[in-house]
């Protein structure tokens, strides 16, 4: 890709984005602030609360469509935005007064790979009363590698918990982890060292019917209460089957994904199901109405027994 020039020094689009904290200060610069929540989209005409702007596990910030799955780095935003091409993006940016680094190249240091260690704890009753809406009891969250956590580092530095935020690591084979924290005084919700093809709470042995949950906290709801064969994905998009596809089958040719109603899931699910012939399952259209997105929200929102009606109506118990 060709730069351009910027004080006698050649800025590529990598250069760019490294010098505006991954496209941070881009988005920043357009949208005042990074939303900590969806927004609707300044790409189209629609008032669905469906963009996102996230940070990405390449160092790089990045926003999401979800309604039409479409995605990018803050380059390509700008690019969709004034409807130009990607160079002349570049270009723009350069006139959105960004202070970049012009007076000497910039050098890209090799990331530090991020190492977590932590001490976990007995549940206390902010951590029960978070799993207790899911009826799921601590014994069973222990032994399928999920634990209350007293305290963690990244890279031997330790990360202070407010007193107020109930936190969990969810315990990876691969030796990673992630933590989450839920809770009003939080900056960060997940930190992940687990690559995102990986695979959650893998069957050890052969089973009937397997089922592929959107996440950890659908995969131990389903496991616990309706019995089921059953491992999570890390996001919701049909690579992760193409990748896996292979290990899904060693455990069961009957494979049904269930990864929620929301129309980026959808697309994909429907993808990676035609792809491969697969079974899918999805939340009931008055359930999805109500603003219930996932298995365990339908547990928390409706009931055991009233789910257990649903799966059965489709011939899943």
């Known amino acids: 890709l060709n730069g351009i020039i910027m004080s006698r020094l050649t800025i590529t689009d990598d250069d760019i984005l490294e010098q505006t904290e991954g496209g941070k200060t881009i988005f920043e610069k357009v949208l005042g602030e990074i939303p900590h929540k969806c927004i609707s989209s300044p790409l189209r005409a629609d008032l669905n609360p469906s963009f996102s702007v996230f940070l990405a596990n390449n160092g790089?910030?990045?926003?999401?469509?979800?309604?039409?799955?479409?995605?990018?780095?803050?380059?390509?935003?700008?690019?969709?935005?004034?409807?130009?091409?990607?160079?002349?993006?570049?270009d723009y940016i350069k006139g959105l007064k960004i202070e970049f680094n012009t007076t000497k190249p910039v050098i890209k240091e090799k990331k530090e790979p991020l190492i977590v260690d932590w001490v976990t704890m007995p549940f206390q009753q902010m951590h029960r009363d978070y799993w207790d809406k899911y009826y799921l009891p601590e014994s069973f969250l222990n032994e399928n590698g999920v634990?209350?956590?007293?305290?963690?580092?990244?890279?031997?530095?330790?990360?202070?918990?407010?007193?107020?935020?109930?936190?969990?690591?969810?315990?990876?084979?691969?030796?990673?982890?992630?933590?989450?924290?839920?809770?009003?005084?939080?900056?960060?919700?997940?930190?992940?060292?687990?690559?995102?093809?990986?695979?959650?709470g893998f069957p050890t042995g052969k089973c009937k019917q397997l089922w592929v949950q959107k996440s950890v906290k659908d995969m131990l709801v389903s496991k616990y209460h309706f019995q089921f064969c059953t491992t999570a994905i890390q996001s919701e998009t049909h690579t992760i089957i193409d990748d896996n596809i292979d290990k899904l089958?060693?455990?069961?040719?009957?494979?049904?994904?269930?990864?929620?109603n929301d129309p980026q899931s959808v697309k994909e699910c429907t993808i990676a199901q035609q792809k491969y012939n697969l079974k899918y399952f999805n939340i009931p259209k008055y359930m999805y109405k109500n603003g219930v997105v996932d298995l365990a929200d339908c547990v928390a929102s409706y009931g055991i027994n009233r789910v257990e009606k649903e799966l059965k109506k489709k011939g899943f118990l």
């Open 249 to 260: 089958k060693t455990v069961s040719d009957d494979i049904v994904l269930f990864w929620g």
């Open 147 to 200: 634990f209350a956590l007293k305290m963690y580092a990244i890279n031997k530095k330790i990360i202070p918990l407010h007193p107020t935020t109930a936190a969990f690591v969810y315990e990876h084979p691969s030796g990673g982890c992630k933590i989450l924290q839920i809770g009003d005084n939080i900056t960060r919700k997940w930190t992940n060292t687990v690559k995102n093809n990986e695979l959650w």
């Open 60 to 90: 790089l910030w990045m926003y999401k469509d979800f309604s039409n799955g479409d995605s990018g780095s803050a380059i390509t935003f700008i690019s969709k935005l004034h409807n130009i091409t990607y160079l002349e993006a570049v």
